[in-house]
């Protein structure tokens, strides 16, 4: 059975950084575009990042410049490194793959103003 575990959130400062983890386990890891979606408060869960087999990104405009995502391949690991976080960052974290598999827990970040 697949399994998501992400790890890494909590509370922060605005304008600070946080660097979030993602273990997916039993996948073809290496040919699948590994994403980071988050849910604010009251709100749809929304893409925040993805990264493709051949390493391409993609980001929205509301975190362009400040989230940069990166896997390892050798440890079915990808990464969510984020910076100058704003009070509208704050919400659950959570990795998946396209096409979308089973979620996992996520992790809570928090950003106070």
């Known amino acids: 059975q697949v399994q998501l575990v992400e790890s890494g959130g909590g509370l922060v400062q605005a304008g600070g950084s946080l660097r979030l983890s993602c273990a997916i386990s039993k996948i073809i890891f290496r040919t699948k575009t590994l994403v980071w979606y988050r849910r604010a408060p009251g709100k749809q869960r929304e893409l925040v990042a993805s990264?493709?087999?051949?390493?391409?990104?993609n980001y929205p405009d509301s975190v362009k410049g400040r989230f940069t995502i990166s896997r390892d391949n050798a440890k079915n690991m990808v990464y969510l490194q984020m910076n100058g976080l704003k009070p509208e960052d704050t919400g659950v974290y959570y990795c998946n793959t396209i096409p979308i598999i089973t979620w996992g827990q996520g992790t809570q970040v928090t950003v106070s103003s």
């Open positions: 990264i493709g087999s051949d390493l391409t990104t």
